[in-house]
Nanobody, 124 residues
Framework: QVQLVESGGGLVQAGDSLKLSCAAS????????MGWFRQAPGKEREFVAA????????SYADSVKGRFTMSRDNAKNMVYLQMNSLKPEDTANYYC?????????????????WGQGTQVTVSS
């Protein structure tokens, strides 16, 4: 059974930094692409970042490019999202996700396992 557990959310001020963590279990972690998504109140869930299963290649939404950095530690079955220069519009519930299928570089939100989410609130 695949489990994803996020942590690290909180209330910060604009310009601050936060680092989210996601602990994965239930299968061979290194074989699967991982991603972060977020959902603000009244809005649809949106892609934030993804990291490939082997090369560690990352991709980002335009809205976070240059401010957020995603990484993975396969030895610890962990992924991270370092968020710098946070803005009020980054306020959302952040979800860790993993592709249901191995050996892929993408995280299609319609075919993933989800964590329970961690709330990030950025005050102005």
């Amino acid at each position: 059974q695949v489990q994803l557990v996020e942590s690290g959310g909180g209330l910060v001020q604009a310009g601050d930094s936060l680092k989210l963590s996601c602990a994965a279990s239930g299968r061979t972690f290194s074989n699967y692409a991982m991603g972060w998504f977020r959902q603000a109140p009244g809005k649809e869930r949106e892609f934030v970042a993804a990291i490939s299963w082997r090369s560690g290649r990352t991709s980002y939404a335009d809205s976070v490019k240059g401010r957020f950095t995603m990484s993975r530690d396969n030895a610890k079955n962990m992924v991270y999202l370092q968020m710098n220069s946070l803005k009020p519009e980054d306020t959302a519930n952040y979800y860790c996700a993993t592709n249901k299928n191995p050996y892929s570089d993408v995280v299609p939100w319609s075919d993933v396992y989800w964590g329970q989410g961690t709330q990030v609130t950025v005050s102005s």
